[in-house]
């Protein structure tokens, strides 16, 4: 069993995907195959969204994919036609759909706040519909899952780790991980 990771371009070295990812393999479990999509994350890009399309067509049958949240705007359309047959995961540290411009990479802004043109209800409803095709969210705290849980979504596919993923944060995504791929336990082991 291989797990796949799809990450923004370049994300922060201390970035809550890659933390999650670290913590998995630290707790033992299996190996994990990353794939990067192009791009200014999380604005949306066509190279991003054209990579994404080529990809996700690709992963094997029942792949159990961990999102990261910056790249979930780019893989919206992609993961709407895959994810009956993916096993979809989201790495969420927050939620987006609101941020005014301060983004990482967003030098113009989007006027979140004073939005006549309805750019930030349109993000929402980006996010909270790609958010929707998730088997599990996986958040750092209870304010993140408060605001996913906002969105209309189930709070039973959200799995709060700590921020640092640390202790048995792992231990207990691994075990969420392998309940999702249908496998009494997830190891390195085929």
């Excluded at 201390?14 to 999380?42: E, M, N």
């Excluded at 705290?141 to 979504?153: F, K, Q, S, T």
């Amino acid at each position: 069993m291989v797990l796949h990771a799809v990450l923004s371009s370049a994300p922060p070295p201390d970035s809550f995907a890659l933390r999650t990812l670290a913590a998995v393999d630290r707790a033992g479990g299996p190996p994990i195959t990353i794939h990067r999509l192009p791009g200014p994350h999380p604005r949306i890009d066509p190279s991003a969204i054209l990579a994404a399309e080529l990809l996700t067509p690709r992963l094997p049958d029942g792949a159990v994919v961990l999102v990261d949240a910056l790249a979930l705007p780019n893989l919206a359309a992609a993961l709407a036609v895959e994810d009956r047959r993916l096993r979809l995961v989201a790495l969420v540290d927050r939620l987006r759909w609101a941020d005014e411009g301060n983004e990482e990479g967003d030098e113009e802004g989007d006027g979140a706040v004073d939005d006549a043109g309805g750019a930030a209800a349109a993000r929402r409803h980006l996010e909270q519909g790609v958010l929707a095709l998730m088997r599990l969210i996986v958040v750092p705290d209870d304010a993140v899952a408060a605001a996913v849980v906002a969105l209309g979504l189930p709070p039973a596919v959200l799995l709060r780790a700590a921020a640092d993923v640390g202790g048995g944060g792992g231990r207990a995504l691994v075990e969420r991980l392998a309940a999702l791929a249908g496998t009494r336990a997830l190891s390195g082991a085929a």
